[in-house]
């Protein structure tokens, strides 16, 4: 964490980090909120983890949000690229579909089906889709909500004025925010997959989840731990503007590890 926040002073002007960074390696990726002040994170990085590093800048008071989710030494095996790539995929849907109007619930729900269609490509899962969201799969995979307002605080207020209840569902009921999307809002979008060992063996416990999973695959990404891809973005007028400038995709990462190049790109994007 220290090391990050000279990083943002020096080369951002950001003399403070949003919250305590989450630094995540191997099975402790799949801690959604690893590590804080008491307890900081000190786990020898092994060769071959998973690391999943969810660390902001605060500048004149306005925080960021990221997640960056990467191979520890520089290359991604068949499994780690395969639940990135279906992490990914699930982000660039999710943005490609926001726009003002649409409601907040309704892309986390759209996340859920994109992880479970990919999981079943991956041969961790099988059977329809459809069937595994009426049991509520997707929250065994993905237990946090899709995304939160970001503004002064890192889970920035106005999530559920008045009016607007809480869903009570698995996965659903952990949303910051279940309002309809307008725009101006600055939100982060924050997919992940991971494999919680407690999650799973529940999963497995249920008649109508376990149906689903194919347990001599699922037992091989057993400590895996996770992944989770988290941008900032600000609703426009017919879409989103993409706030985060960072490596991405499988190979841009791997040569940005190797290289240094840096793939990102100095002016936001649009969807």
Not at 11 to 37: K, Q, V
Not at 136 to 151: D, I, R, T
Not at 174 to 200: A, D, K, W
């Amino acid at each position: 964490m220290i090391l990050f926040q000279h990083y943002c002073y020096t080369y951002g002007g950001m003399r403070h980090a949003s919250y305590t960074c989450i630094c995540g390696s191997g099975d402790n990726s799949a801690i959604l909120h690893y590590g804080h002040a008491g307890a900081p994170n000190n786990k020898v990085i092994a060769d071959g983890d998973m690391c999943l590093f969810d660390m902001g800048g605060e500048y004149y008071c306005y925080t960021s949000d990221i997640t960056c989710s990467f191979p520890a030494n520089g290359r991604f095996t068949k499994d780690q690229r395969s639940i990135y790539e279906a992490v990914l995929k699930s982000s660039r849907a999710v943005m490609a579909a926001i726009k003002p109007g649409v409601l907040w619930p309704d892309m986390h729900r759209l996340a859920d089906r994109v992880h479970l269609e990919e999981l079943v490509k991956i041969s961790i899962l099988h059977g329809s889709v459809d069937d595994m969201l009426k049991v509520h799969l997707g929250a065994v995979f993905m237990p946090h909500g899709l995304g939160h307002l970001l503004g002064i605080d890192v889970h920035d207020v106005g999530g559920y004025p008045e009016g607007v209840e809480r869903i009570s569902e698995p996965g659903l009921k952990s949303l910051r925010m279940g309002r309809v999307v307008q725009e101006r809002m600055v939100l982060t979008v924050e997919p992940g997959i991971y494999f919680i060992n407690h999650l799973l063996d529940q999963a497995l416990a249920s008649p109508a989840q376990q149906c689903f999973i194919n347990s001599d695959v699922l037992a091989r990404f057993r400590g895996f731990g996770g992944v989770r891809i988290e941008d900032d973005i600000v609703v426009t007028a017919d879409g989103v503007e993409l706030l985060t400038c960072v490596p991405r995709t499988v190979e841009e990462i791997e040569e940005f590890m190797a290289t240094g190049v840096d793939h990102s790109k100095a002016s936001s994007q649009k969807f």
